[in-house]
C-alpha cells in the first residue's frame, strides 16, 4: 500500500512539473503569436490604409498602433505652391479635394480606382495649365 501512494505522489508530481512547463510554453508562444499579429496588422494599415479585421471567432484582438515616425510631414497643398493663374488655383482646390476623397476611400476599404484616375487626370490638367503659361 505505501508503495502504490509514494507513486501516486510521485508521478502528480512529475505531472505537476510538466503541467508548469506547458503552462508557460502555451503563454510564450500566445504572447509571440499576439506581438506577431499586431506587427502584421500595422505593417498592412501603413502599406494599404485599411485595418485587417480578425476573423469571426476572435473578439476581443485590440492593439494600439505605434505613433507614426516623424520622418514625412505633408505640406498643404496651397504652401507647396502658388499658383499661377486662378484656373491653376481652381485645380489645385479640385486635386486636393480629390486626394481627401481617395485617402478615405482607401481607409474605408473601399475600391479606389475611379479616385486614382480622377486625380491623376486633376494633376494631369494642372500640369498641362501650366505648361501653357
Known sequence: MDNAISE??????QGESLRAQAKQAMETRFRDLLTEAARISQ???SDFGAALKPPPQVTAFR????APTKGKKSVPVAVKAAPAAPKNAALEKKLAQAKTKLEAAK???KPTRNLEDKVYEIEDEIRLAS???
Open 8 to 13: 501516486y505522489q510521485r508521478w502528480k508530481q
Open 43 to 45: 505593417e498592412y494599415q
Open 131 to 133: 505648361e501653357k503659361i
Open 63 to 66: 492593439f494600439k498602433a505605434a
Open 107 to 109: 481607409a474605408a476599404g
